[in-house]
């Protein structure tokens, strides 16, 4: 049963760069991507991007200059930076693995697990 | 403004059915599987449903889901008060901005 571990600073102020990581505890690292997803206070789920194992990556167009997704396969971990944050970036930062992959007809892609998340604050 | 519309509240008495629709379109639920997640208050999001319609392990039955052209349907019977609480619609979205995609979430009271 897999199980995700996420942590990183929880307050920040304008201008600074939000840093989370996300340790994945049992199961397979390879076959899956890993992604980062947030949460506005009081709003609903906003993808942010994922990463494979091999370091194939995918991006939210209206994050894409300010993100940075990694990962470290010998430690089971992927990592976020978020640069140049303000209050907007307020928010909880979930870390989840995703199946994604498709068969004759369709793509399938959901997230299967959840970190706890992290509440991220950006004020100055 | 999220990219898949679902209602923005549905409310139920204790034991009726219910259900939460989310709209999209070709290139997002009209050609991907749709997936659906419960979000209890100050909780991460759980898994509901996926590939439209399969539940996880440990998911009642009481949750159904189904997707016809570019919308899909969650629907839950059997409503307790411990069901009280956000779902959300996900796909793939494999337009020029692909990735993942949600709906903006929908508030079930039990009412």
């Known amino acids: 049963q897999v199980q995700l571990q996420q942590w990183g600073a929880g307050l920040l102020k304008p201008s600074e760069t939000l840093s989370l990581t996300c340790a994945v505890y049992g199961g397979s690292f390879s076959g899956y991507y890993w992604s980062w997803i947030r949460q506005p206070p009081g709003k609903g789920l906003e993808w942010i991007a994922e990463?494979?194992?091999?370091?194939?990556?995918n991006y939210n167009p209206s994050l894409k200059s300010r993100v940075t997704i990694s990962v470290d396969t010998s430690k089971k971990q992927f990592s976020l930076k978020l640069s140049s944050v303000t209050a907007a970036d307020t928010a909880v930062y979930y870390c989840?693995?995703?199946?994604?992959?498709?068969?004759?007809?369709?793509?399938?892609?959901?997230?299967?697990?959840w970190g706890r998340g992290t509440t991220v604050t950006v004020s100055s | 403004q999220s990219v898949l519309t679902q209602p923005p509240s549905v409310s139920a008495a204790p034991g009726q059915k219910v259900t939460i629709s989310c709209s999209g379109d070709?290139?997002?639920?009209?050609?991907?599987?749709v997936s659906w997640y419960q979000q209890l208050p100050g909780t991460a999001p759980k898994l509901l449903i996926y590939?439209?319609?399969k539940r996880p392990s440990g998911i009642p039955d009481r949750f159904s889901g189904s997707k016809s052209g570019t919308s899909a349907t969650l629907g839950i019977t059997g409503l307790q008060t411990g069901d009280e609480a956000d779902y959300y619609c996900g796909t793939w979205d494999g337009s020029l901005s692909a990735g993942g995609v949600f709906g903006g979430g929908t508030k079930l009271t039990v009412l």
């Open positions: 070709s290139s997002n639920i009209g050609n991907n599987y």
């Open positions: 590939e439209n319609n």
């Open positions: 989840a693995k995703v199946h994604w992959g498709s068969n004759v007809l369709y793509y399938y892609y959901h997230m299967d697990v």
């Open positions: 990463i494979n194992h091999s370091g194939s990556a």
